[in-house]
């Protein structure tokens, strides 16, 4: 009996891990993961509805470059005049929308993983970053954002001592 106590206890506590392990990569994962929002004349299609998907990765990354900060987000297949970038209260906002092509009417896809249709991702920015500064390009399926750093801003962490 006690070997069975032992062996549900170790279970748990491993199941635990295992769990926590799984929250952890969402959590890191999930500012990169984007929801797209199919325009109405796709939804209606029921097909399209069902085998375009609804998530994709866009990912991104925030360079600390001297200076300035750079903000580059993949945007593949995403045109200039279907992209809007800006910021509020520190968090730069990339809105957009991917069309799809329709290049094979009537043809049954065997694979379908590219996402299509309106689409929001967000960066919080660090404390220095200078959003007057802001430059954004769109080019070969990256949209670099370059902001200044404002004149003496600091990180705005500290340390605490704790008694």
Same mark, same amino acid.
């Not at 994962?29 to 325009?39: D, H, K, L, N």
């Not at 043809?107 to 249709?117: F, I, S």
């Given at each position: 009996m006690e ?8 279970f ?5 891990e295992?769990?926590e392990?799984?929250r952890?990569?969402l959590h ?6 984007t929801?797209?929002?199919?325009? $109405?004349? !796709?939804?209606g =299609?029921?097909a399209d %509805? /069902?085998?375009?998907p609804?998530w994709?990765?866009? $990912?991104g !990354?925030v360079? =600390?470059?001297?200076? %300035? /900060? ?9 045109r200039?005049?279907?992209?809007e970038?800006s ?13 799809s ?6 043809a ?7 996402a299509y ?8 920015l660090p404390?220095?970053?200078d959003p007057?500064?802001?430059r954004?390009e769109?080019r070969?399926?990256?949209l670099?954002?370059e ?7 600091a990180?705005r962490?500290?340390r605490?001592?704790?008694h």
């Amino acid at each position: 009996m006690e070997v069975l106590r032992n062996l549900g206890e170790t279970f748990r506590h491993r199941w635990s891990e295992l769990s926590e392990g799984w929250r952890d990569l969402l959590h890191r994962g999930s500012s990169a993961i984007t929801r797209f929002f199919p325009r $109405p004349a !796709e939804s209606g =299609d029921r097909a399209d %509805a /069902v085998s375009f998907p609804q998530w994709g990765l866009l $990912p991104g !990354e925030v360079i =600390d470059h001297g200076d %300035a /900060v750079i903000v580059q987000v993949e945007l593949p297949g995403v045109r200039r005049e279907d992209c809007e970038v800006s910021i509020e209260d520190g968090v730069l906002r990339v809105r957009g929308e991917k069309h799809s092509e329709r290049a094979y009417a009537g043809a049954t896809y065997r694979l379908m993983e590219r996402a299509y249709g309106s689409f929001t991702r967000s960066v919080v920015l660090p404390p220095q970053a200078d959003p007057d500064s802001a430059r954004a390009e769109l080019r070969e399926g990256v949209l670099k954002v370059e902001l200044k750093k404002k004149p003496g801003a600091a990180d705005r962490r500290h340390r605490i001592d704790v008694h």
